[in-house]
């Protein structure tokens, strides 16, 4: 079963720094590897994706700038390095792995950032 697992969340002052991981297990033919974040009373909202056949990756309007998407296809590993943290970035992230016709979502974790 296609799993994944994110980590490297937690508690960080305003202006630091997180990197997020996300490791997808199981037997997976993913195209791309996306973040999405919810905050407290919030919708989901998209954060970035990556396509691993190649190109930029793409990010929200919210975030570009201060976030930075990469991967490792060999290892089904996706990152999201993000600087410069906000208290309105404090939400759970959660990955997403996807095919063209599937999308297995992570079970988040949780970024809280301090003012």
């Known amino acids: 079963q296609v799993q994944p697992v994110e980590s490297g969340g937690g508690l960080v002052q305003a202006g630091g720094s997180l990197r997020l991981s996300c490791t997808v297990s199981?037997?997976?033919?993913?195209?791309?590897m996306a973040w999405f974040r919810q905050a407290p009373g919030k919708e989901r909202e998209f954060v970035g994706r990556?396509?691993?056949?190649?190109?930029?990756?793409y990010y929200a309007d919210s975030v570009k700038g201060r976030v930075t998407i990469s991967g490792d296809n060999a290892k089904n590993t996706v990152y999201l390095q993000m600087n410069n943290l906000k208290p309105e970035d404090t939400a759970v992230y959660y990955c997403?792995?996807?095919?063209?016709?599937?999308?297995?979502w992570g079970q988040g974790t949780q970024v809280t950032v301090s003012s």
């Open positions: 997403v792995s996807g095919t063209p016709t599937s999308t297995y």
């Open positions: 199981g037997r997976t033919f993913s195209t791309y």
């Open positions: 990556l396509t691993w056949s190649g190109g930029s990756p």
